[in-house]
């Protein structure tokens, strides 16, 4: 694959039953105020289908110390909220009649009427803050969610560009939107984590030890990220190129996290998938979860502290005023996969037509460094194909890519995790031309840029 690479729950009281969260009332803290969400039915991967998780509806509720409340009581439906950077404001999917598609709204925390963001006819859901007055957020379209960015203005621009469903689950620190999308990309069964910049550039898997379901993803202050993995939870860190999971009780891990102090979190959690989520406290580095909030007939997911947080970076987009979008591969070579010297020829580019099957664009020859340079057209699902000399495939990438109009990027490998740093050297196929093969499937583009 090239482009570099490309739910928690209290103690469910149970008469019967070994799937019991170890408990120690010593770990037990004092919490801030929070929010939570509540749902009879809770399905954390319906998304995926494109479904409804919450079929049967849901209630945000307030959590302080000594009392609880609806936050909008007047609504039909409300779920994953999400507070503001200055700890005022609150982003919730809303319907505020039965009938209605969850649609984004927002509502200060001091009072008032909740304001509507979007005017979709389908589902909006999942929404985030980021810089500059903007939101992101994942909207239904001819039956699957792709990721939409709303500017200060109102203006939306959709961000991903894949067959299957995407989901955003958080903002990193330095400003890229975290996402679930399938593995392989837009084509498989089970979770992954991705990234992608807030213009839509510079898609890629977190990590690249692939093959297991992995949902959802929330960045720790520590900036360590933690995720639910199978039947456990586990996390990336900076120095690793892999998971590391987490000594916890087995069981189903979803929702959303909230880190309510140095290595500690409200999270869900259920024994199994015949139980309802509930909300649990656990600290990293201990075997025990101790019950938040039970409600034992309900499920109790997307916990969201109510306090101000680090507004993530900004960062200037490095998207050009061209019709199609240059990639640059530094060496085939560089990948998971072992490639004899000598044996990667050329390169395929494929998209997909409006009936969903294989379309090929065009071809270009690999350097003997396995280096190339192509054009590919914009916002379109894209896959890459090496052969040999001979025309016979050696790889074939199994999910897809997309490129932002305008976008120029540089990948280390085929298949080369993020965590890979290129050789200092210039790529023999800038030293034949700085002219990139068209492969945008219409011979009469123009090079969009050098």
Known sequence: MLARCI????????????????????????????LYTVAKSYEPLAWMRGEDRLPSGAAIFVKSANAERALLPDFAASADPVVSFDGERVLFAGKAHATDAWQIWEIALAGGAARRITASQEDCIRPFYLPDDRIVYARKIEGRFVIEIRDAEGKPLVVTYVPGSALPTGILHDGRILFSAAYPLGTGAAPEIYTVY?????????????????????????????????????????????ELRFSVPAGEYGGDFAETGASEWL???????????????????????????????????????????????RHPSGLHDWPNANLLCLNAYTSKYPFPAGSIHSVRLYTRDLEGSPKLLGSASVERDGSFFVQVPPERPLQIELLDAAGKTLKREAGFFWMRRGEQRGCVGCHAGPETAPENAVPLTLLKSTTPADLTGNTQNASGGH
């Open 267 to 313: 999270l869900s959690w259920r024994p199994h998938g015949d139980a309802t989520f509930q909300l649990m406290q656990w600290k990293q580095g201990s075997a025990a979860l101790q019950p938040a909030i039970i409600k034992p007939e309900v499920n109790v997911i997307q916990p969201a502290l109510i306090i101000p947080r680090r507004v993530p970076n």
């Open 7 to 34: 739910l928690p729950c209290c103690l469910v009281l149970l008469a019967t039953g070994p799937a019991r969260p170890v408990t120690d009332d010593s770990a037990r803290r004092q919490l801030p105020v929070f």
């Open 198 to 242: 807030s213009d839509g550039s510079g898609v890629e898997s977190y990590r690249c030890d692939h093959g297991h379901a992995r949902y959802p993803a929330t960045q720790a202050s520590s900036g360590e990220l933690l995720f639910a993995s199978e039947t456990t939870l586990a996390r990336f860190t900076s120095a690793g190129a892999r």
